[in-house]
């Protein structure tokens, strides 16, 4: 049972929920950019939520089905095609032998996941299927898919198809400030500084990866003019550089860095941040650490909510 990758897209990459446990050594977590996205794909074909799937950057693949399955996209807009008849975004498809899925250009998000009915079965390293692009690793020999690719899928027993409850599509597209608490060194910024950071907009500059995500506003100063040692970084965390301008740091981050951290985006907004592309404007709005625990807890009530079987 495979899938054959007629063409690889931009950035095309098996991602899962991600390799956590590891920043130790310099691992960083890699999986989906956007998990929520992904979590519904794998639910509405009724794999595990954070069963192996295919994260599209920007432009989406091409793939030859030599088996029929059941495939579902989620996430940013796209284009995706059998044959002549348009696939429907959020849903479960069905797709006989022979059948070639053409998958288009996102046009409201940078990144659309394809799941597959049992998976995609690649190795696991280190409790994750995830590509680390830098280690080299997981996924397809720890790298983006390429023309002539051959991905197998995993079993399909007691899989059960779902569905999504009616107008839930719409509430996918968050609006609003991207949610942060303070960062550890947040008391290095003058509360003129961090005011400035939470009330004047930032676009997103062309330096974007699943690394890290430089904006481009109005800088950000710190009053502290010592150098900072070399200490961890969270995930999500908000690096302010000596140019003022801040870097999100994303999910494949460096572990380790110099730069004072003003803020970090909450789990329940990190999948938001997967979405933002070059030019996109952001904002920030402060929560407390007790708001952001809710916000993650709403976030899983509502998606154990949406479907129907």
Known sequence: MTVHVVKPGFFTTVQDGGRFGYAHLGIS??????????????LLVGNEEYA????MTLLGATFAFDVP????LS???CECKLGSE?????????IAAGSVLQCGSTTNGARC??????????SVVMGSASTDIRGGFGGVEGRRLQKGDVLRIGSRRNAQVRRLDAGVAESLKRKGPIRVTRGAQCGWFSTESFAKFLSSPCGVSEQWDRAGLRLQGEPVSSRE???LLTDGIPLGAIQVPRDGQPIILFVDQQTTGGYPKIANVISADMHRIGQLRPRDQVRFAEVSITEAIEALRAQERWLKEIFVT
């Open 86 to 94: 348009t696939v429907s975004a959020n849903e479960a498809v069905a």
């Open 29 to 42: 977590p890699a999986g989906a950019a956007d998990a929520l996205a992904l979590r519904i794909a794998n």
């Open 225 to 227: 003019k010592t150098q």
């Open 69 to 72: 399955a059941v495939v579902a």
């Open 52 to 55: 192996p799937g295919l994260e």
């Open 113 to 122: 996941y394809l799941a597959v009915q049992g998976g995609f079965a690649v």
């Open 75 to 77: 996430g940013a807009s």
